[in-house]
């Protein structure tokens, strides 16, 4: 079992840049797919990006690609969520979420839903002014 906490969120004006941390316990950790997933208020939980357990299998949720990049180090038992050109649209509580299923793909489709991963972070606010 993996537990999960985020760190790195605030307030940013438009235009400006965070970097997400996901901090998590377990050894089974650097074996695990992990993610990101943001709520807006009065939204739906929504897919940002995910990451296979060993780095080379990434994908992106359309609107966050070539803004967003997701990375980890298992050494450090860690997964980051870069920020850049961030939009008052980016506001929301971002979540850390991860699964033993090693893959990004699920054979039929890409790892994007919520019922895909059992682990999940508290969520931590991004807030970007305009």
């Known amino acids: 079992q993996v537990q999960l906490g985020e760190s790195g969120g605030g307030l940013v004006q438009a235009g400006g840049s965070l970097r997400l941390s996901c901090a998590a316990s377990?050894?089974?950790?650097?074996?695990?797919?992990m993610a990101w997933f943001r709520q807006a208020p009065g939204k739906e939980r929504e897919f940002v990006a995910v990451i296979n357990w060993s780095g080379d299998g990434i994908y992106y949720a359309d609107s966050m690609k070539g803004r967003f990049t997701i990375s980890r180090d298992n050494a450090k038992n860690t997964v980051y969520l870069q920020m850049n050109r961030l939009i008052p649209e980016d506001t929301a509580v971002y979540y850390c979420?991860?699964?033993?299923?090693?893959?990004?793909?699920?054979?039929?489709?890409?790892?994007?839903?919520?019922?895909?991963?059992?682990?999940w972070g508290q969520g931590t606010q991004v807030t970007v002014s305009s």
């Open positions: 979420t991860g699964t033993s299923f090693p893959y990004i793909y699920t054979g039929t489709r890409y790892a994007t839903r919520v019922e895909d991963y059992a682990y």
């Open positions: 377990g050894r089974a950790f650097s074996t695990y797919t």
